[in-house]
């Protein structure tokens, strides 16, 4: 497969193929393996320019990228929002036609609204990458995941995993069911009925009502983030009860049949979704996570961005790439 | 005046079950005479309509003109323009303008201002509740003076139960219907389309069927109470259809429109984040659209209403959850009619007819929707079987916000007459053949 085949933007795991989603875990093998050498980069973009452009409050994510474009040898802006010209009132369609008269290369854009990434896509020449859109998809979050798990589990095909929380609101969930579902994973959903659309049953998704059905039935779980503005919205009466009935303890796992592995996108609410011995503990690949998501948003910009065959080379020349 | 003569058309007169060859004579802005080879009076104009159908002309009771206050989307002008370019002859414009027409001093500016444009009739419609607010009751009494039609707080719902008791008994007085756009606002509250299996892919906040039903079902039991006349608009979801089918069958004094995007379209019109595809109440599931089809067709819906609502390309270009709610429908209404309803089948030429004029016509007491000797001359011409494309820039609104730019539809108004001039005639380099 060319690496032209992913296209011009990823905006979601949705819209790809399986083969088009094993192409960027496949990348992102090798890209693995630079972020160990003792001189972490390669000069697979070098001249290519980057903007990050962030609406939304981000840190794992937005240092992720800026990990990864260096560590390809791009050269990068970061856009915050706040004091820039989105302050003061331009559109995202204005904001996307300055960056492009810019003649810049890349936008991975962090937006609150769900679909911003398309819109910015459909306006401008750059490749665009969806660094979580609303309550739609973070692909990138996505492939970080099916990777850690590919990892864990050697393959993907017949594996179950339950995602547990605000699966409603979460961009995270999305972007897991359609990458999972596309590489034959099982996928289950658990948490309060209030967070739990109906409507994931029609694409294939198991609803487990309790957490103990969760646990009892997945291989691992995927422990989502619940937002405190959930409780004033009146979706769950407190976290103190959130924990009590969905949170995931030791003792629950340890009543499981097997050995499960504990997913989290971070960051994470100890003592409300997730008990701060399971986060910390030999279940939990929370850590791995973050290591593999510089690998993928590496493959993902690498492929984007047209690919080549040379990237493992070392840096020539002199410079300050050395 | 002079005098016009309609030759040779297909006559469909729902008002007076007629559907025939006939020529129509127009005197005086009036209709004359309605029949066979009625001879040719000296200086009158001739219309050829050998071919076409001659019908009375399209009545709207939903739509939105902008003006006063975002003469940047729409004006009086351009809307009423809109309007007989889509075969409608009357039209009756909703009141959430800035400032909102809720007094006989606005609705006065409303009339004064469809004159001035002399295209479609435009009758307004006054607010039920001063500035919208849902508070106070408007004067209906000095605002039915004033030349309004019925009273709404279209945009929003009247929230409170006991405005809109009465609200429908003070109606009462005046023989006006009270129009009420079914939201309950907690459970919609935030939502950018219908929640279903797409609002769940697309990460969008969803509207529940339930949002409207509730209010349905909600103003049905205080039009029982009060004996008022409730209008129920753009009905979009199969459990309000069926709330007002056991209304009609209690015999309560219920009414409903329809949109042509309900029955056309459905929830997958919004994937890829169209912002053309975003309306409230908004587009529903396949068994609502099928509905909403069968109420058209045994008359559980009265009547087809646009709701035309134009927005500047600008409103529209951003992100979906940001972009207003709304699009343009007066000049594709017909197409979509024919294409959706006649053509499948579901009803004839003159029971489509019936829904866009005579019906609408009589449920809001308005002159028009007949071709009766002595009506006022309100007529359209059009071609039932022209297929066309519909291109943005090739319509008379001054917004173009259409889900339906590129699609083929059928049937298209060539001549539009208001009181006996002809208001619209589309130029031949305008019929374009898809």
Redo the contacts between chains.
């Keep these: 497969m060319s690496p032209a085949a992913l296209g011009k933007d990823l905006v979601g795991l949705?819209g790809l193929t399986a083969d088009q989603i094993r192409l960027i875990l496949d990348t992102a093998e090798p890209f693995k393996e630079v972020s160990e050498r003792p001189i972490k980069k390669v000069p697979a973009l070098r001249g290519k320019t980057i903007v990050n452009l962030f609406f939304e409050a981000s840190t794992r994510t937005r240092i992720s990228f800026e990990f990864a474009e260096k560590r390809l040898s791009a050269d990068t802006v970061n856009v915050a929002v706040a004091g820039s010209s989105v302050d003061k009132g331009e559109?995202?369609?204005d904001t996307a036609r300055n960056l492009e008269a810019m003649r810049i290369d890349m936008v991975v854009i962090r937006?609150g609204?769900?679909?911003?990434a398309?819109?910015l896509g459909e306006r401008i020449r750059s490749n665009v990458i969806n660094a979580g859109?609303?309550?739609?998809?973070h692909p990138t979050q996505g492939l970080l995941d099916l990777l850690t798990l590919r990892d864990c589990f050697g393959k993907l095909e017949g594996l179950k995993v339950a995602i547990c929380g605000d699966v409603l609101h979460s961009?995270v969930a999305?972007s897991n069911i359609w990458g999972l579902l596309k590489l034959g994973a099982e996928v289950g959903v658990c948490g309060p009925a209030t967070l739990i659309?109906r409507?994931?049953a029609?694409?294939g998704v198991t609803t487990l009502p309790r957490i103990e059905d969760a646990i009892a039935w997945a291989d691992a779980l995927n422990v989502l983030r619940l937002q405190l503005e959930r409780m004033h919205a009146g979706f769950i009466p407190s976290m103190r009860e959130y924990n009590r009935v969905f949170g995931v303890s030791l003792e629950r796992l340890e009543r499981a049949p097997k050995e499960l592995v504990i997913l989290h996108p971070g960051p994470m609410n100890r003592g409300v979704e997730i008990d701060s011995d399971v986060a910390d503990g030999p279940h939990s690949v929370i850590l791995p996570q973050v290591t593999n998501g510089v690998a993928v948003r590496m493959a993902v910009l690498y492929l984007l961005a047209g690919g080549g065959p040379d990237w493992r080379a070392p840096m020539a020349g002199g410079g300050d790439d050395r | 005046m002079s005098d016009l003569l309609i030759r040779g058309g297909r006559v469909i007169d729902p008002s007076r079950q007629t559907d025939g060859l006939a020529d129509v004579l127009v005197h005086e802005g009036r209709v004359e005479a309605v029949g066979r080879n009625i001879p040719v009076p000296p200086g009158a104009a001739i219309i050829e309509a050998a071919g076409k159908v001659v019908a009375p002309g399209f009545v709207d009771v939903h739509v939105h003109f902008r003006e006063p206050g975002f003469e940047h989307a729409e004006t009086i002008a351009t809307g009423a323009t809109s309007a007989v370019a889509g075969g409608f002859t009357a039209v009756c414009a909703m009141p959430n303008t800035d400032p909102v027409i809720d007094s006989a001093a606005t609705v006065g500016f409303v009339v004064r201002q469809s004159i001035r444009a002399g295209k479609a009739r435009v009758f307004p419609i006054g607010a039920v509740s001063v500035g919208q607010r849902g508070e106070q009751l408007t004067e209906f009494g000095e605002m039915v003076e004033a030349g309004a039609v019925a009273v709404s707080d279209d945009g929003k719902p009247v929230v409170s139960s006991h405005l809109m008791r009465t609200a429908l008994e003070y109606a009462k007085t005046f023989g006006i219907p009270v129009a009420d756009h079914c939201e309950d606002m907690s459970l919609a509250h935030g939502g950018a389309m219908h929640e279903?299996?797409v609002s769940?892919?697309?990460?969008?906040?969803g509207i529940p069927s339930a949002a409207e039903e509730i209010m349905v079902a909600r103003d049905i039991i205080l039009a029982e109470l009060t004996g008022g006349h409730v209008h129920l608009c753009h009905m979009s979801t199969r459990g309000s259809v069926e709330l007002i089918r056991r209304a009609k069958e209690k015999g309560l004094r219920v009414t409903a429109e329809a949109t042509p995007h309900h029955f056309t379209l459905t929830h997958h019109r919004c994937e890829?984040?169209d912002t053309d595809a975003k309306m409230n109440p908004p587009l529903r599931e396949e068994a609502d659209r099928e509905a909403i089809r069968q109420g058209l067709r045994d008359g559980t819906i009265d009547c087809i209403a646009t709701d035309h609502a134009p927005h500047h390309y600008?409103a529209k270009?951003?992100?979906?959850?940001?972009a207003p709610n709304g699009i343009v429908g007066l000049e594709t209404a017909l197409g979509l009619g024919i294409r959706e309803l006649v053509s499948t089948g579901l009803l004839t030429l003159p029971e489509l007819i019936a829904r866009m004029s005579t019906i609408p016509a009589r449920v809001f007491r308005l002159p028009g929707g007949t071709l009766a000797v002595g009506a006022p001359a309100d007529l359209v011409v059009f071609d039932p079987d022209r297929r066309w494309e519909v291109r943005k820039d090739q319509l008379h609104s001054r917004s173009a916000n259409s889900p339906f730019a590129g699609e083929v539809l059928t049937g298209q108004a060539e001549t539009t007459v208001v009181g006996g001039k002809v208001a619209f005639q589309r130029p031949p380099d305008r019929l374009l053949d898809a």
């Design positions: 949705e559109t995202l369609v937006h609204s769900s679909g911003a398309q819109f859109d609303g309550t739609h998809e961009r999305r659309p409507e994931l029609e694409l | 279903g299996v769940v892919r697309l990460g969008l906040k890829g984040y600008d270009e951003r992100e979906f959850d940001q």
